[in-house]
């Protein structure tokens, strides 16, 4: 049975193609899992968007060549940023979440501060992660993130992402989401459904 998604409308994240875990199934680097993508998809009755920002994003990791192709067989659209709704707890959330991660940030580098040794690189590199970790990991921290889910809110459209955050971020206001791990596999059964 095909997984049940509202339509076969979706919103692509950079993550289906250059995160490792997501791309698997597609192919080992960016370029080879975003040619490996455009065969799937052809002459699939399937809508793919894309926000402007997140696919300059993607520029970065795949060959100029590919991108072209690809724009092709996306449609860049940015979400209508003054007429989308979002529940006020979402925001009052979103706020806590913050203040918690920023206090826990503070925490990590006092903790450094205190017991700091300048020539001391392998401790400093531990530190970065663990602040990044306590301050990005699971949370939306950029524009093209929210980008993302304002366009899947506003198309009404399945997110295709592997970015813990934005999937979260996505169910608090009620996105149909799917992990871009599984991306592949939702792909071969529209396709196998088609025939």
Do not use: Q, W
Not at 6 to 30: E, M, Q, Y
């Amino acid at each position: 049975m095909l997984l049940h998604m509202p339509n076969r409308v979706f919103v692509i994240d950079t993550s289906l193609f250059v995160n490792p875990h997501a791309r698997g199934h597609f192919g080992k680097s960016p370029t080879a899992a975003v040619k490996a993508f455009l065969k799937i998809i052809a002459k699939m009755n399937i809508e793919l968007f894309i926000p402007p920002s997140v696919f300059n994003e993607m520029k970065n990791f795949i060959e100029k060549k590919t991108t072209d192709e690809l724009e092709l067989h996306i449609k860049k659209r940015a979400p209508n940023m003054y007429s989308i709704y979002l529940p006020a707890a979402v925001l009052y959330d979103f706020i806590d979440d913050i203040r918690t991660r920023i206090n826990k940030g503070m925490r990590l580098a006092e903790e450094f501060a205190k017991d700091n040794h300048p020539d001391n690189d392998i401790k400093l590199g531990k530190l970065r992660e663990k602040y990044r970790d306590a301050m990005r990991t699971g949370i939306i921290d950029s524009k093209e993130d929210v980008e993302l889910v304002l366009l899947t809110k506003e198309l009404d459209a399945t997110l295709i992402s592997s970015d813990e955050g934005v999937l979260k971020f996505a169910s608090e206001i009620g996105c149909t989401y799917l992990n871009a791990e599984k991306f592949h596999a939702l792909l071969k059964k529209i396709k196998k459904a088609k025939n």
